[in-house]
Nanobody, 129 residues
Framework: QVQLVESGGGSVQAGGSLRLSCVAS????????MKWFRQAPGKEREGVAA???????SYTDSVKGRFTISRDNAKNTLYLQMNSVKPEDTALYYC???????????????????????WGQGTQVTVSS
């Protein structure tokens, strides 16, 4: 059984920083492409960043230069360092693990279907102006 547990969300002022974490209980974690999604109220879920088994990363344009995705395979943990946050970053952030092993980051970043991933429960990020 795959479990993903996010933490680190909270409230922060614009320009501040947060670091999200996601602990994954999944076999072959090191071979998984891991991804962060977010969903703001009234908006569709969007991919934020992805990292593959070779540590190659992909980002949506709106967070490039501000967010950094990383992973620690020894701890089965995924991170999202969020710097210079903006009010438009306010959303529920989800950690996801690709069901298929060894997907390249640009491939799993392009995947949108929910059934292509295992999902965490989400952690709320609220950025005030």
């Amino acid at each position: 059984q795959v479990q993903l547990v996010e933490s680190g969300g909270g409230s922060v002022q614009a320009g501040g920083s947060l670091r999200l974490s996601c602990v994954a209980s999944v076999d072959t974690y090191s071979s998984k492409c891991m991804k962060w999604f977010r969903q703001a109220p009234g908006k569709e879920r969007e991919g934020v960043a992805a990292i593959d088994s070779n540590d190659v990363t992909s980002y949506t344009d709106s967070v490039k230069g501000r967010f950094t995705i990383s992973r620690d395979n020894a701890k089965n943990t995924l991170y999202l360092q969020m710097n210079s946050v903006k009010p438009e970053d306010t959303a529920l952030y989800y950690c996801a693990a690709a069901r298929l092993d060894y997907l390249r980051s640009y491939t799993c970043f392009s995947f949108r279907r929910a059934d292509a991933f295992y999902w965490g429960q989400g952690t709320q990020v609220t950025v005030s102006s």
